[in-house]
């Protein structure tokens, strides 16, 4: 390995060894090396007395002079023993060993080695003690790399989880990035995540890695029982019924399985293969079960998500169909005014007429009060004329929407003392749909300013641009709470007018202002003209 290739603090402490000691590691290695088994001995009964794990003194014991002594004496490099502490540091730090327990057991090994040096080079004891000391700060050098190594690389697996977290657009791909960065934590060669069906008859194959097409295992008596505790299995134990791919028996040495669960029941679960033998140590085991929950609750947030995402746009359907059912109700009740209720009035009004003219001039009394009906018959017969007009604009489906707009603006000038400005770009064609939502949000602006807004000035302009219908209405009234518009219970206008937008997924944006030089109202709506 070139120097280029290691962290820092690696080069620094191979360059102390390399540079300002060689001779002397060199000559302490071929003093010791007939003696290190023997210390190693000693030092290992001393950690069992001191009650530490066997996989604990396994690694401690490949850290101290004497490892390093056994290096050098077969004519390998200082930066291979330092390597050497770096590997074995970290699966310290994954076996949760606090650095001041390493401490300890090195100065236990000080202790026995200290009696050695004297009796085989007494006359150089001194210089020894400085080569161990120099030794030693090489070693806690790489041990304090070691342990940041694996913390940064535990932070860095959960940022990377909150990040798939984040960014997944759905279930499917939420579990599949979650399996294949867990893959990467822990160096798998391969990968696999489970989840139980609702009848909890079968799992199923939600993300694997490398990628396998979905597949359903049957759920057998007993095996969730035997999946909802985390099990490293090797050798024999794969055999136990705890994989839930057959194929793994035969392609990998040893596998990890760690189950999703929560409040006592298991939901899935996730399972590594390894081509070699690899036991995991408890820091690794505690890295998985917290992603694993992590992994559980991001999913059950996801398909709640998913389910709410599915019924809001159930909600948005439907209300779409009852706008569409409205304006079929508008144009069933206009047309049956127009057959029926017109006719019937125009007859009423024509037959009126004929019996007045009819009439002797001795009956001036009753021409008069004939004359009086046949009034009040035109003037309900204009009535509905506008009625039917409002329910549904013929105006609007013959001459196009510029028209109809027009059409209204003239009606609620005739209704209250206030200019209007129409401002009309050009549009092109733009949807059936769109047209009609417009016009009705335009006469909605119309209701509530000639109900509310007490203006006097009304600024309409329409166009179209980037594939949008731009409306913007603007008048000079008394203005509004805006938020507290939205929240009335009992006041929908507002609120349905947003949500004619949403339905055609536009914008729709509210300016108000109560005091001030420019207080009125601005509203601002884009809708999309793509057909």
Same mark, same amino acid.
């Given at each position: 390995m070139q120097s280029a290739q290691l962290s820092p603090e690696l080069a620094d402490a191979a360059d102390v060894l390399s540079d300002q000691l060689r001779v002397h590691l060199h000559r302490l290695a071929v003093a010791l090396a007939p003696h290190t088994d023997h210390i190693d001995r000693k030092f290992l009964d001393r950690l069992r007395q001191l009650e530490f794990e066997p996989k604990q003194r396994t690694a401690l014991a490949q850290i101290t002079p004497g490892a390093a002594a056994r290096i050098l004496a077969r004519g390998k490099t200082p930066l291979q023993f330092i390597e050497q502490v770096e590997y074995n540091g970290?699966?310290?730090a994954k076996m949760n060993l606090p650095p001041s327990a390493i401490l300890v057991a090195l100065q236990e090994y000080d202790r026995l080695l200290a009696p050695t040096l004297e009796s085989l080079m007494p006359d150089e004891h001194a210089n020894f003690q400085w080569v161990r000391e120099q030794?030693?700060?090489?070693?806690?050098?790489?041990?304090?790399?070691?342990?940041?190594?694996?913390?940064?690389?535990e932070t860095q697996a959960f940022y990377e989880l909150f990040r798939i977290e984040l960014e997944s657009r759905n279930l499917e791909e939420l579990l599949r990035r979650f399996l294949e960065s867990l893959v990467h934590v822990c160096k798998?060669?391969?990968?696999?995540?489970?989840?139980?069906?609702?009848?909890g008859s079968e799992w199923v194959l939600k993300a694997g890695a490398p990628i396998r097409a979905d597949v359903s295992i049957a759920n057998r008596p007993g095996l969730v029982r035997k999946l909802s505790k985390p099990r490293y299995m090797n050798g024999d134990s794969r055999q136990s019924g705890g994989l839930l791919d057959e194929q793994w028996h035969s392609l990998y040495q040893s596998c990890w399985s760690i189950p999703l669960a929560s409040d006592g029941r298991t939901a899935g679960v996730m399972q590594f293969g390894f081509a070699k033998t690899y036991e995991w140590l408890p820091r690794e085991q505690d890295l998985l079960?917290?992603? &694993? *929950?992590?992994? @559980?609750?991001?999913? #059950?947030?996801?398909?709640?998500?998913?389910?709410?995402?599915?019924?809001?746009?159930?909600?948005?359907?439907? &209300? *779409?169909?009852? @706008?569409?059912?409205? #304006?079929?109700e508008r144009r069933r009740i206009s047309r049956e005014l127009h057959d029926e209720a017109g006719q019937s009035l125009l007859c009423i009004r024509l037959q009126m007429e004929l019996i007045e003219q009819a009439l002797p001039e001795s009956e001036q009394e009753t021409r008069g009060k004939l004359g009086e009906a046949r009034d009040l018959t035109e003037r309900t017969i204009l009535e509905m004329r506008r009625l039917?007009?409002?329910?549904?604009?013929?105006v609007l489906e013959q001459l196009g929407l510029g028209a109809a707009l027009r059409q209204l603006i003239n009606r609620f000038q005739r209704l209250h003392s206030c200019r209007v400005k129409l401002q009309?770009?050009?549009?092109?064609?733009?949807?059936?749909?769109?047209?009609?939502?417009?016009?009705?949000?335009?006469?909605?602006?119309f209701n509530n300013i000639g109900k509310h807004a007490a203006a006097t000035h009304v600024?309409?302009?329409?166009?179209?641009?980037?594939?949008?219908?731009?409306?913007?209405?603007?008048?000079?009234?008394?203005g509004f709470n805006v938020e507290e518009a939205f929240q009335k219970r009992e006041s929908f206008g507002m609120s349905g007018m947003r949500e004619r937008v949403a339905l055609l997924g536009g914008k729709f944006h509210v300016e108000?202002?109560?005091?001030?030089?420019?207080?009125?109202?601005?509203?601002?709506?884009?809708?999309?003209?793509?057909?």
């Open positions: 970290r699966r310290l030794l030693h700060f090489c070693v806690i050098l790489t041990l304090n790399n070691a342990y940041y190594q694996v913390r940064e690389a798998a060669d391969a990968g696999r995540l489970y989840m139980l069906n609702e009848d079960a917290a992603a &694993a *929950e992590r992994c @559980l609750m991001a999913a #059950e947030k996801a398909r709640l998500m998913e389910d709410l995402a599915q019924r809001e746009a159930q909600v948005r359907r439907l &209300a *779409e169909h009852m @706008l569409h059912v409205e #304006e079929m039917i007009s409002a329910l549904s604009p013929a009309l770009a050009k549009m092109g064609s733009p949807p059936q749909q769109t047209e009609v939502i417009t016009y009705r949000l335009v006469q909605e602006c600024n309409i302009s329409l166009a179209s641009a980037d594939g949008f219908l731009k409306l913007c209405v603007e008048d000079n009234g008394v108000s202002r109560t005091e001030g030089p420019k207080r009125g109202t601005k509203i601002s709506i884009e809708l999309p003209i793509a057909k």
